[in-house]
């Protein structure tokens, strides 16, 4: 039991970016299928809720209120920084969920602050790895291959995602 709950934790940013791919591209199918609505519609809206939302507060509960395990999970020592790390995912966890019935300039504000929030941690990451030899799993695994990735998937499903 402890090993899944680690994995979880490990790999939460993984397990929400695929399941809402998953759960989009279902409704995408069903959409294109029916000729009925935009069929990126389903999959901006699980992207903004699973990988945005609700990844957004979940690392906001972990750095807020877990600093010493969102600092072993990245390798890094305890510190107050936690806490505003936590409140900027706060902000774009927020973003998220108001985005799901928001204006579409409203969803390309939140996935431009999510691209510059996710892509900015990647570039930490890199660097952690390449200066300190920091290859920790929230440094240098899932968390970081969903830094990098996430935010082009973002962009790409909402500039695709017209009306």
Not at 109 to 138: E, K, R
Request: hydrophobic share 55%.
């Amino acid at each position: 039991m402890t090993d899944a709950i680690e994995f979880f934790f490990e790999n939460t940013s993984l397990i929400a970016f695929a399941l809402a791919f998953v759960l989009g591209i279902i409704g995408f199918v069903r959409r294109a299928n029916n000729k009925r609505g935009h069929v990126w519609e389903p999959l901006e809206f699980w992207m903004l809720f699973l990988f945005v939302g609700l990844v957004g507060i979940y690392t906001f509960v972990l750095h807020c209120f877990f600093p010493h395990l969102a600092a072993e999970g990245i390798g890094w020592s305890n510190s107050p920084f936690q806490w505003e790390v936590g409140i900027a995912n706060a902000v774009v966890g927020v973003l998220g969920l108001l985005s799901l019935k928001a204006s579409r300039q409203f969803r390309l504000a939140t996935v431009i602050a999510v691209s510059i929030w996710l892509w900015g941690d990647a570039v930490g990451h890199v660097y952690q790895m390449i200066v300190a030899d920091n290859f920790a799993p929230g440094n240098a695994g899932p968390w970081f291959w969903t830094d990098a990735v996430g935010p082009l998937a973002l962009l790409m499903i909402h500039f695709c995602n017209r009306k």
